[in-house]
C-alpha cells in the first residue's frame, strides 16, 4: 500500500510541476483620466492645427503592462509603447492615406520626456516631430473562460481547462488632440472578440497568440473607426483653418519604421 501512496504522491508533484500559468495584462487605461485638467479649461481650447495635417501616433497603456517582444518605456503611472506590436502595416497604411493627412509618425521613446503624465506632456514630443495633431491610443484585452471575465493580471494554469469555452475580448480606444492648443477633436473605439476553446490554452505563446490576434483586429477596426472620425473632423474644421502648402521634398522613414513619413512645412 506504501508505494503506491508514494507513487501517486510523486505523480501528483511531476504533474504539479508541468502546470505553468499566464498572467493575463493589465487593462487599459483611462483616457478622460489621461487628460487631466481643469474642466473650464477644456472650453477655453481651441482648433488650431492647419491642413493638411501631419499627424504624431502613439499607444499608452498601465504602468504593469508587458506583452511579449515588445518595448516600452515605464513611467510612474504610464506606460508608452514604442514599438510595432497589432499595428499590422496595411492599418497604419490606411491611416496615411486619409484625405488630408501629409505624413504620420510615431513618437519615439528617446523623445518621450520621462515624467510625461498626460497628454499635455505628449504634446512637446509630437510638435519635436513638427505634427500638428496627435492620436494617442490604448489596448484593453479581457479574458472570458466559460462565461467568466477574469480580471486584469489573472492567473490561467495552462492545460488545464477541457472542453470549456475561452474567448479574447480587445478593445482599442484612442483621442485625437490638437498639438498647438490641446484641443480634443473627438475620440473613437472598436473591439474585437477571439473565439477559441480554452482546451488548447497549452502554452503561454498560444494564449498570447490570441491575444495578440484579437487586438490586431480591433486595431484594423479601430483605424476604420477613426476614418469615419477624420471625416467629421474634416467637415467641421477644415474649411475654417489655414490650408499649409505641401512640403517640396519628403523624407523617407528608416526602413524598420512603420511608414512613409512626411513631415515638414509651415
Known sequence: MKPRIALLFCLLLALAGCASTYVTPPQGVSLAEFTDGELLGY??????????????????QDSDYYAYNNEHRRHARYAFITARDIETDAALQKVSELPLVAGIAPIGRLLLPPN????????????????????????DTVFTVDGKALGPLSLITLGLLPNRKAHVTATVAGILVDVRSGYIYGSTEATSVENKSASIWSTELVID???????????????NEFGRLWTGVLNTYAAT??????????????????????????
Do not use: C, H, I
Open 209 to 223: 497568440t490570441a491575444r495578440k490576434l484579437a487586438e490586431e483586429r480591433a486595431f484594423v477596426e479601430f483605424t
Open 43 to 60: 472650453y477655453d481650447k481651441k482648433p488650431a492645427s492647419p491642413f493638411p495635417v501631419n499627424l504624431a501616433v502613439l499607444r499608452v
Open 241 to 266: 483653418q489655414p490650408v499649409r502648402e505641401p512640403a517640396t521634398a519628403p523624407m523617407d522613414a528608416p526602413a524598420r519604421s512603420w511608414y512613409r513619413v512626411r513631415l515638414g512645412g509651415d
Open 116 to 139: 510625461a503624465d498626460s497628454v499635455d506632456d505628449l504634446r512637446k514630443p509630437a510638435a519635436q516631430l513638427r505634427a500638428d495633431m496627435l492620436l494617442v491610443y490604448t489596448v
